[in-house]
């Protein structure tokens, strides 16, 4: 991922908005990339202009370490470098090549953690489903281990040590105009688009992270 440094810059789609028809809607892309992202991103260099001790930290060293920042900045930096990173990494896992598969490694690891790809998308959509407002769930390696996990707001796995793999933003923004309050069908639907390519080099990625 580039830009990983102030003053970010909102990176454009790999895709066009309407590359994930009929899963993903082309508004719902556009605005949420264009305008939800573009605030986040906007705000962090907001918050980054008036801290500039905080600008030459990279932007997951700066989720990493958001507990030990000034207590006045710590909210802000949590909740805005979250909104980039998570955004970011929502959209760099999503593919227009249809249906996939979870390949090789990952494959292996999720057969061996869960059992079979079936059962893991049903316990990722049932965490999905139980985010209580608004949030993510995740797919993340802690300490070598496979675990889904949820986390609330913008808040990110990286700054509970554990390295994300997969994630689905279950925002309303993320599914509104689509699926109305409908969030299990968007799971469905977000499940068929998911770049599992990526999602591999994030595995051997988080493998050798050893966190
Ligand atoms: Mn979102």
Known sequence: MNNEYFPFINLP?????????????????????DRHL??????????????????????TQLIRNAGKLPREVREEVRNNAGGVYNHRFYFYNLSAEG??????????????????????????????????????????????KLKIMTTPNQNCPLEQGCCPILNVDVW???????????????????FCVINWRQAEENYLRALNCNI
Request: hydrophobic share 35%.
């Open 13 to 33: 789609l790999a895709y066009a908005y309407d590359a994930l028809e009929p899963y993903i809607d082309a508004r719902t892309m556009e605005l949420h990339h």
């Open 99 to 144: 249906r996939q598969e979870p390949q090789a490694n990952l494959a292996e690891a999720i057969n061996r953690c869960f059992g079979s790809t079936e059962i893991f998308c049903g316990e990722l959509k049932n965490a999905a489903t139980s985010v209580f407002g608004s949030g993510y769930a995740w797919l993340v390696l802690e300490r070598g």
């Open 38 to 59: 573009k605030t986040y991103v906007d705000k962090l260099n907001q918050v980054l202009n008036e801290c500039p001790k905080l600008q030459k930290i990279s932007l």
């Open 172 to 190: 309303e923004h993320a599914y509104y105009l689509k699926h109305y309050n409908l969030r299990a069908d968007y799971f469905d639907d977000w």
